[in-house]
């Protein structure tokens, strides 16, 4: 074996031992390194979501919502409330007055009539598209089922009145229903300037589903129409036709000065009927969940007449939550 000039015999095995060790010393210090720091990593702490008592002292629930109204169908009686008489921008709850004035008016259901750019400008989100020829009684389904504001605008526009004349009838409309602190300055519900209050869209969706049509539209899941070009495939917003109850009637509605909003009627296999609205909520998810949480409280308590009920109910008859 040759070796070379001032190089000791064993000196790979030397050096090979020596770094194994260093290797093994390098491995021991960065795994207690590791472990070092694993063991010194901060706790994170959860953050707490501001959230307030389910209920108040006597046992009302809390809401976190702007307002909210329940009241009897049959009879009127108020169930529940909170900051009912107050005035907020209601969304596209206004669809509900805007379908009343335009039947008044006799439109042909089997009518088409074609989208222009116009009606699609600055409509939000609609899957309807311009020189769409539709049919008014599927333009009527989608305003109502899916707040489509693009088949809001061609409604009004079409029905033969000028957009001036339409909302004075809107206007005028819900003067003679009695709706208090009610205005409308266009139809569909984009412009916070449509105000009204938690008690007035009660009484709003109540006339509106009078109509047996217009109920019946309000009561389906899905719904799909044919236009000239393509195939549109509806879904009701109202989650509540997904819940326990029965809805025979029902509109959500939704802007940002708004918050998200909802009016139902509800029925239950015993017949009792109510009408609940929710104003102001922060989120889609939570206006359908305290929706859900003053419709439980209701059947449970609200409808138990004062005589029988261990829980002492105001004069006015309606048990009213502050903010």
Known sequence: ?????????????????????????????????????????PIRKRRRALRLPEVTASGIPRLHVKAAYVEDFESGRVLFQKNPERVYPIASLTKLITVMVLLETEPAWDRVVEIVPEDVKNSSRSRIRPREEISI???????????DNVATKALARTCGLSREEFVR??????DSLGLTGTRFVEPTGLSEQNVATAQACARLLRAASNSEIVSAIM???????????????????????????????????????????LVTN??????????????????????????????????????????????????????????
């Not at 009838?169 to 819900?174: I, Q």
């Not at 998810?285 to 261990?310: C, K, S, Y």
Request: glycine share 6%; charged share 25%; aromatic share 6%.
């Open 219 to 261: 009561q389906k899941e899905s719904y799909e129409f044919t236009s000239n070009r393509k195939i549109h495939r509806l879904v009701n917003t109202n989650r509540l036709l997904r819940s326990k109850w029965r809805v025979t009637a029902g509109k959500t509605g939704f802007i940002h000065e708004a918050g998200y909003c």
């Open 137 to 147: 009684r599927d333009l009527i389904h989608a305003a109502l089922m899916s707040s």
């Open 169 to 174: 009838r809107m206007n005028l409309k819900a």
């Open 266 to 323: 509800i029925e239950t296999e015993k017949g009792e009927k109510i009408t609940a609205v929710v104003l102001g909520a922060p989120s889609n998810a939570l206006r359908f969940a305290e929706a859900r949480r003053i419709l439980d409280w209701t059947f449970r308590f609200g409808l138990i007449p004062a005589v029988t009920t261990p829980i002492t109910i105001p004069a006015t008859s309606a048990l009213q939550e502050t903010d």
């Open 1 to 41: 074996m040759l070796l070379l000039a001032g190089t000791p015999l064993f000196a790979g095995k030397g050096n090979a031992a020596a770094s194994s060790k260093s290797a093994g010393t390098k491995l021991k210090s960065a795994s207690t390194k590791a472990s070092t720091v694993k063991r010194r990593r």
